[in-house]
């Protein structure tokens, strides 16, 4: 059975920095593409940063990009996202997803496994 747990949300200041990690079990990590979406209260989830299987190729969303930084570390089987310069409006639950294949993906549909979500808040 694949689970994905994350862990590292919490409550921070606007300027400050988080980094979540999501720990990967019951598959062959190296071989599938992750990713990292969120959801704000009353918002659809949305597409925040993915990384290839290699750690080669890597996407990000316009909002983040120069902010975040998504790396993996294919022998803990886990993929992190370094989150600086917080703002207000990155408040959401942040998804951890397996894909279905090799590649960075920023569409949903792209990823077969979820994790549960860890709350981050950023305070103005």
Not at 32 to 54: H, L
Not at 79 to 87: F, G, R
Request: aromatic fraction near 12%.
């Amino acid at each position: 059975q694949v689970q994905l747990v994350e862990s590292g949300g919490g409550l921070v200041q606007a300027g400050g920095s988080l980094r979540l990690s999501c720990a990967v079990s019951g598959r062959t990590f190296s071989s599938y593409g992750m990713g990292w979406f969120r959801q704000a209260p009353g918002k659809e989830r949305e597409f925040v940063a993915a990384i290839s299987g290699s750690g080669g190729s890597r996407a990000y969303a316009d909002s983040v990009k120069g902010r975040f930084t998504i790396s993996r570390d294919n022998a803990k089987s886990t993929v992190y996202l370094q989150m600086n310069s917080l703002k207000p409006e990155d408040t959401a639950v942040y998804y951890c997803a397996g894909g279905k294949s090799f590649i960075a993906s920023d569409r949903p549909y792209e990823y077969h496994y979820w994790g549960q979500g860890t709350q981050v808040t950023v305070s103005s």
